[in-house]
Nanobody, 127 residues
């Protein structure tokens, strides 16, 4: 089982990034996927999530309107499009997968129920 994130980078304030999370080793369509982030000295927090079947999306208030999550079952991948980035968006971003059993549950905003984690990709927003 693997979740591999990519796309993190150093970007200027107001810039954009697209994070990717590619899954392997499990039945992707049976899992909801969430993005979490952890800044230095802070607790990990939920950023966004997408359900396994109907593609329903969820966002933290701090990123709603700037970030967009999507999934591509054919590629077993989830993407996080991040726009108008701010210094407070700087963090290591992790994707996480949780088995839904056909329910509408998503791993958001908390981590309860997450089965698999990626190793993270770093985003730094600077002026």
């Amino acid at each position: 089982v693997q979740l591999v994130e990519s796309g993190g980078d150093l970007v200027q304030i107001g810039g954009s990034l697209r994070l990717s999370c590619v899954a392997s080793g499990f039945s992707f369509d049976d899992y909801a996927i969430g993005w979490f982030r952890q800044a230095p000295g802070k607790q990990r927090e939920g950023v966004s999530a997408i359900s396994s079947r109907d593609g329903r999306t969820y966002y933290a208030d701090s990123v709603r309107g700037r970030f967009a999550i999507s999934r591509d079952s054919g590629k077993s991948a989830v993407f996080l499009e991040m726009n108008n980035l701010k210094p407070e968006d700087s963090a290591v971003y992790y994707c996480a997968a949780g088995f839904t059993g056909g329910s509408a549950w998503v791993p958001f905003p908390g981590e309860y129920g997450v089965d698999y984690w990626g190793k993270g990709t770093s985003v730094t927003v600077s002026s």
